[in-house]
């Protein structure tokens, strides 16, 4: 066995946000001052010779971790868990890839619990089974029936759990090293205040990002135009590359950035980030230290009353469809359904159209436009009462419309309290702090591959 010292450190400069067209763009050779790259201070010979035979695949998945053992069981359950939870569709190679980027994974989650116990924070068994239960009831109906399915994937609970405790070890240790010492102070809070007052009525984007050194530290599987072919072929959800490929601080919150002006963006992204709609995905783009990926998941114009914050009240048609239905029989099916709810004089005429057309119907009178899919918002923002969407849903699920019985406009937006604002400022500085902590805890560890 060869004892190794630590992965090696994921520096990005900056916080440059990718911005551009939803098409994969072809990734080019980075293009930057050796003055200003780690590599310039390892006087680094130019004609390198390489002694001896360099094999990545050598290294198998297992691990010890200042003697804490990874297994080859570990690694494979967790694998199964997120192929399972993110429904993915993958080749033999790219679960290879993944085996590589989880036990990559699964190193800096022992790290983070080595260095929460060395600093006597405990997390009990009863806060692992809330949050546990917790995420249980996002993927099935019962805890007993989440739990079956992960086994019958492959995996168990005891990986699940294992990650829970990892997240609220580092979560704790985060709260007692760092978060006192953050201090943001009234006359900063003041002048953004003040700054957001002016921007009244500017757009701000709500912005999602996947980061990657030019050298993915998390292996192959993440290298960046092959996360935007599968998120482009609809094999893996960009959620899932956020989770288990980025190195951004972001990465527990699936990439999420939260609402970002055009002003604080550079300029050269600030006019392709305008021109995306909601939902796209663009990239990857060459930014500082290496790729980002990101997506427009949302818009809103700063303190300005928005359409898409409107409060709906809505009845949903479904109709479904016995097994062995072919596509061309469903979209037919789908346009007499299509006929028959363009002419509906309103909500009163559900019931009658539902008794003939053997359609189920659903009440909903709590919906927020900017709460549903982004086509479902471009197609019922301009409904009039009464009026229906086009059918949507599919040959498995079902087709449905949604009818439109009421309409609560939202009302002006406000200035974000000073708490709010003081939590936000604080929880962007603290993940920054925890992003060079697990750097430096990287670099300070023995892992010996097995």
Same mark, same amino acid.
């Given at each position: 066995?060869?004892?190794?010292?630590?992965?090696?450190?994921?520096?990005?400069?900056?916080?440059?946000?990718?911005?551009?067209?939803?098409?994969?763009?072809?990734?080019?050779?980075?293009?930057?001052?050796?003055?200003?790259?780690?590599?310039?201070?390892?006087?680094?010979?130019?004609?390198?010779?390489?002694?001896?035979?360099?094999?990545?695949?050598?290294?198998?998945?297992?691990?010890?971790?200042?003697?804490?053992?990874?297994?080859?069981?570990?690694?494979?359950?967790?694998?199964?868990?997120?192929?399972?939870?993110?429904?993915?569709?993958?080749?033999?190679?790219?679960?290879?890839?993944?085996?590589?980027?989880?036990?990559?994974?699964?190193?800096?989650?022992?790290?983070?619990?080595?260095?929460?116990?060395?600093?006597?924070?405990?997390?009990?068994?009863?806060?692992?089974?809330?949050?546990?239960?917790?995420?249980?009831?996002?993927?099935?109906?019962?805890?007993?029936?989440?739990?079956?399915?992960?086994?019958?994937?492959?995996?168990?609970?005891?990986?699940?759990? *294992?990650?829970? $405790? #990892?997240? +609220?070890? &580092?979560? /704790?240790?985060?709260?007692?090293?760092? @978060?006192?010492?953050?201090? !943001?102070?009234?006359?900063?809070?003041?002048?953004?205040?003040?700054?957001?007052?002016?921007?009244?009525?500017?757009?701000?984007?709500?912005?999602?990002?996947?980061?990657?050194?030019?050298?993915?530290?998390?292996?192959?599987?993440?290298?960046?135009?092959?996360?935007?072919?599968?998120?482009?072929?609809?094999?893996?959800?960009?959620?899932?590359?956020?989770?288990?490929?980025?190195?951004?601080?972001? *990465?527990?919150? $699936? #990439?999420? +950035?939260? &609402?970002? /002006?055009?002003?604080?963006?550079?300029? @050269?992204?600030?006019?392709? !980030?305008?021109?995306?709609?909601?939902?796209?995905?663009?990239?990857?783009?060459?930014?500082?230290?290496?790729?980002?990926?990101?997506?427009?998941?949302?818009?809103?114009?700063?303190?300005?009353?928005?359409?898409?914050?409107?409060?709906?009240?809505?009845?949903?048609?479904?109709?479904?469809?016995?097994?062995?239905?072919?596509?061309?029989?469903?979209?037919?099916?789908?346009?007499?359904?299509?006929?028959?709810?363009?002419?509906?004089?309103?909500?009163?005429?559900?019931?009658?159209?539902?008794?003939?057309?053997?359609?189920?119907? !659903?009440?909903?009178?709590?919906?927020?436009?900017?709460?549903?899919?982004?086509?479902?918002?471009?197609?019922?923002?301009?409904?009039?009462?009464?009026?229906?969407?086009?059918?949507?849903?599919?040959?498995?699920?079902?087709?449905?419309?949604?009818?439109?019985?009421?309409?609560?406009?939202?009302?002006?937006?406000?200035?974000?309290?000073?708490?709010?604002?003081?939590?936000?400022?604080?929880?962007?500085?603290?993940?920054?702090?925890?992003?060079?902590?697990?750097?430096?805890?990287?670099?300070?560890?023995?892992?010996?591959?097995?």
């Amino acid at each position: 066995m060869t004892v190794i010292s630590k992965l090696t450190r994921a520096a990005r400069a900056g916080a440059a946000l990718v911005a551009a067209s939803g098409m994969a763009l072809p990734v080019t050779a980075q293009t930057v001052n050796d003055s200003d790259t780690p590599a310039a201070s390892l006087d680094l010979p130019s004609n390198l010779q390489i002694f001896g035979k360099v094999d990545p695949n050598l290294r198998k998945p297992t691990a010890i971790v200042n003697d804490v053992v990874i297994t080859g069981t570990d690694v494979d359950q967790r694998v199964a868990m997120i192929v399972a939870l993110n429904r993915l569709q993958l080749t033999a190679q790219e679960k290879d890839e993944l085996r590589l980027s989880v036990l990559r994974q699964l190193i800096d989650e022992t790290l983070q619990i080595q260095e929460a116990k060395s600093n006597e924070i405990k997390v009990t068994d009863e806060q692992v089974e809330q949050t546990f239960n917790n995420v249980a009831r996002k993927y099935a109906r019962s805890t007993a029936e989440f739990t079956t399915m992960l086994r019958q994937a492959g995996s168990s609970e005891r990986s699940i759990r *294992r990650q829970i $405790e #990892g997240e +609220l070890a &580092w979560s /704790r240790l985060l709260q007692k090293q760092v @978060e006192w010492r953050i201090n !943001v102070s009234d006359e900063e809070i003041k002048s953004i205040l003040d700054n957001m007052e002016k921007a009244k009525g500017t757009e701000e984007y709500n912005l999602k990002e996947i980061f990657v050194s030019s050298t993915p530290i998390y292996g192959a599987n993440c290298d960046p135009r092959k996360m935007m072919q599968q998120m482009q072929a609809g094999t893996a959800p960009f959620e899932y590359f956020a989770r288990t490929c980025s190195e951004a601080s972001t *990465r527990a919150r $699936e #990439g999420d +950035l939260g &609402w970002v /002006r055009i002003s604080t963006l550079p300029s @050269e992204l600030a006019g392709a !980030v305008q021109q995306m709609k909601i939902g796209q995905v663009a990239g990857p783009i060459e930014v500082a230290g290496g790729y980002s990926i990101l997506v427009l998941a949302d818009k809103r114009q700063v303190l300005t009353a928005d359409p898409r914050d409107a409060r709906l009240s809505v009845r949903q048609l479904t109709i479904t469809f016995p097994a062995g239905t072919t596509q061309a029989q469903a979209t037919n099916r789908a346009s007499e359904f299509a006929k028959e709810t363009a002419a509906l004089r309103g909500c009163g005429d559900v019931p009658k159209l539902a008794q003939k057309l053997d359609a189920k119907v !659903v009440d909903n009178d709590q919906i927020v436009i900017r709460q549903l899919p982004p086509q479902l918002q471009e197609m019922i923002l301009p409904l009039q009462l009464g009026q229906a969407t086009p059918p949507f849903g599919s040959v498995e699920d079902g087709i449905r419309v949604l009818v439109l019985c009421g309409r609560d406009d939202a009302r002006e937006a406000s200035l974000p309290s000073r708490e709010q604002l003081r939590n936000q400022i604080e929880q962007q500085r603290v993940n920054l702090r925890a992003q060079r902590m697990l750097r430096d805890l990287r670099r300070d560890a023995l892992v010996e591959y097995r």
